[in-house]
């Protein structure tokens, strides 16, 4: 495949897989896929966090290998997204009382911020600040620029990460010969790609359901007020069913096929026996219990986040849920019951449309949101032609010798015919006065398949 325009790669590095896109932007907005591939990464990331970083590189080379392939370009740097356990967010207040009536100046404002940063912990790194309000005098304004006031306070929203955690993706990157274009922070792309700006200024939570984490972001009045990641996911209820003694394939089949989060049935209604394989079957009530307890678990530590982010009576737009643990039967009606939003919608793929060349790649589960966020915010060309190197070959070194190039085959004849005829050729003599010896017969014709058989040999070789 041929590229010529600009093609942003992206990577994600989630608890179950590692995945790739290739895409590019269309000037009617819509996205065009060109590639996709992915490994799966449950012996090398846990929760978002890669901890070991040599199976992890095995992941990346197999995937930049095969979307090469596909590409028939190099890929040279890529976007990233950091999430995961190792991310959080938190809130801090700096305040500066000033010696008299003054205006407010945006030198004011960034020394607020850069004492806000000296705040945080030497552990973790600052991916981005989002400010919620400034305090000047009595009043809550979002821009204090240009006020009259003796005093100035900022309140901050911090996000950040684990500086380890962000080390080794950047050190597996490099180690498969990859720079880094962009980090983003993937639960705000994913905020951006899939959230409606209604629901941003009104007030909302989105829930991203994954594997190992469940993420919760809170918005309001457009900004982004609360992040957090609950080290809980999908993956615990499949564990949870494992501890029946079934295998783990055998579990995840009968968590989709057969589970529930929220089970409104009566148990006279329930199935006596299940099949979880040709040997074992087990009671469909006692999937749903233990099924039902883990959701539980989960959307109680999504509402108490919600709950911390202060904003929990004035999200108007509700329930947004995501990812791809938000397939599970039933969810809405454990959400309904659990957090009681004014609303719910399930975002089973992202705001932007997906061009009809390369849709087949992407399944609208929810399960590839956040891929496809980091890949709409990439904003740079992530490949090049091939090093030409890789392709000429350079010929060994021969003996010097007129046939160390290639001969072309419409000058074979001719050369044969000038070897031949050296070869036959009689040295000169003095003349002496003696009679003419008759010539010997040539022998061009046998010599001419030698030498034409030898050209032939060196050409092929």
């Known amino acids: 495949m041929a590229i010529e325009r600009n093609v942003v790669v992206a990577l994600e590095f989630g608890s179950s897989k590692v995945r790739g896109i290739a895409g590019s932007k269309n000037l009617d907005g819509s996205i065009q896929i060109l590639a996709m591939e992915e490994m799966n990464a449950q012996n090398c990331i846990r929760k978002g966090m890669v901890y070991n970083i040599d199976k992890t590189v095995m992941c990346l080379k197999n995937i930049v290998e095969k979307m090469e392939q596909t590409l028939g370009m190099h890929i040279t740097q890529v976007f990233v997204g950091l999430g995961g356990q190792a991310l959080k967010s938190k809130k801090n207040v700096v305040s500066k009382q000033l010696d008299a009536k003054t205006i407010v100046t945006q030198e004011m404002v960034d020394e607020l911020l850069t004492t806000n940063l000296a705040s945080v912990n030497n552990d973790y790194e600052v991916l981005e600040v989002v400010p919620q309000e400034y305090k000047v ?20 929203l911090n996000i950040m990460i684990k500086a380890e955690a962000k080390e080794y993706i950047y050190k597996c990157l490099e180690t498969v010969g990859l720079r880094v274009a962009g980090a983003f922070v ?20 989105l829930v991203d359901f994954g594997f190992g984490t469940t993420t919760v972001v809170v918005y309001k009045n457009n900004i982004l007020r609360h992040v957090a990641v609950i080290p809980l996911g999908g993956n615990n209820v499949t564990v949870d069913i494992c501890g029946l003694q079934i295998e783990e394939e055998d579990a995840e089949n009968l968590k989709l096929k057969h589970a529930s989060a929220y089970s409104e049935r009566k148990a006279d209604e329930l199935e006596k026996n299940l099949l979880v394989n040709n040997a074992r079957t087990i009671e469909e009530k006692l999937l749903l219990e233990i099924v039902e307890a883990r959701e539980e678990e989960i959307l109680n530590n999504v509402m108490n986040q919600i709950c911390i982010s202060g904003y929990q009576d004035s999200l108007l737009t509700g329930v947004i849920a995501s990812g791809g643990a938000s397939n599970i039967k039933d969810l809405d009606k454990a959400i309904n019951e659990r957090i009681r939003p004014d609303k719910i919608r399930f975002a089973k793929s992202i705001t932007s449309p997906i061009h009809k060349n390369g849709a087949e790649l992407v399944v ?11 890949l709409c915010e990439g904003n740079m060309n992530c490949l090049e032609p091939f090093p030409q190197e890789l392709f000429e070959q350079q010929p060994e070194e021969q003996e010097e010798t007129p046939v160390e190039e290639e001969v072309q085959e419409e000058k074979k004849e001719e050369v044969i015919e000038q070897v031949v005829e050296d070869a036959t050729q009689e040295p000169e003599e003095e003349p002496v006065d003696e009679k003419p010896q008759p010539q010997k017969p040539k022998k061009d014709n046998a010599l001419k398949r030698f030498f034409k058989k030898v050209l032939d040999t060196v050409s092929e070789e």
Do not use: H, Q, Y
């Not at 003796?150 to 309140?155: H, L, Q």
């Not at 589960?365 to 966020?373: C, I, T």
């Open 137 to 156: 005098g009595m009043d809550s304004v979002t821009d204090p620029v240009g006020i009259l006031s003796d005093s100035i306070e900022g309140v901050f």
């Open 186 to 205: 993937a639960p705000k792309v994913l905020s951006e790609s899939v959230l409606t700006d209604t629901e941003k200024r009104m007030g909302c939570t």
């Open 364 to 374: 609208k589960d929810g399960s590839l949101n956040v891929l496809l966020s980091i």
